[in-house]
């Protein structure tokens, strides 16, 4: 007799794992480059951007070459000469009066027929953090049947210890603002009538505001 063994069923293959995908060149790239900046940039380097531009902020808007001479200048630590070389010394405008009086002799001289001043005084208020160290207020008075302007000019008191030319300038900037209101081309036009160097002075007192930024006072 013959004998039929039942055939054995073959056992299944276990499942293969899904082939890895391969990371294109580019994407390699990417997180080669995302791993490098990650072990450069430290806290310490943020902190150091964020004083860099802390320190800067003042002549955040002028030209790249004029930034990076700043920059020299900060690295190699001669801003505070550099002021010193072209302003040695401090105006003597102390008090309110002697400040309304100067104000007065540009009025007369380059704006006789713009609204009258009322008052010209140094305030304690206004701080270099403001970086406004002049402000000029303007108001209308009702008297009887007439209206009449009443212009005010107040001056950082901190401006009472630097050279006579930044003082000019500040002051020339808040004078201009009674015949022209806004910073326009007139505005600036006329400030530079009123003296030929005022860009000049206005990127020298910035600098002197740097100065002060970064803990050094010059004068």
Avoid: W
Avoid at 76 to 91: A, F, I, K
Avoid at 128 to 148: D, E
Avoid at 170 to 188: C, G, M, P, S, T
């Amino acid at each position: 007799m013959s004998s039929n063994k039942p055939s054995k069923t073959p056992r299944a293959a276990p499942p293969k794992a899904p082939p890895k995908m391969p990371i294109k060149a580019s994407s390699a790239k990417v997180i080669a480059a995302r791993d490098t900046l990650a072990s450069l940039v430290t806290s310490k380097d943020v902190k150091a951007k964020q004083q860099q531009q802390a320190h800067l902020k003042y002549i955040a808007g002028y030209s790249t070459n004029t930034i990076e001479q700043v920059k020299r200048h900060i690295a190699n630590d001669s801003l505070e000469r550099l002021l010193l070389s072209r302003y040695p010394r401090v105006h003597e405008i102390r008090t309110d009066k002697a400040l309304y009086d100067y104000a007065m002799e540009f009025k007369q001289q380059y704006l006789k027929q713009s609204d009258p001043l009322s008052k010209v005084i140094f305030d304690e208020k206004i701080s270099l953090s403001h970086q406004a160290l002049g402000l000029h207020t303007y108001a209308n008075r009702v008297q009887g049947s007439k209206v009449k302007a009443k212009n005010e000019i107040r001056i950082s008191s901190r401006l009472k210890y630097v050279p006579e030319p930044l003082l000019r300038m500040v002051v020339i900037h808040e004078l201009a603002h009674l015949r022209e209101k806004d910073h326009n081309k007139a505005f600036y036009q006329l400030c530079t009538y009123m003296t030929a160097d005022y860009h000049q002075l206005e990127l020298d007192l910035r600098l002197l505001l740097t100065c002060i930024e970064l803990g050094k006072t010059p004068y």
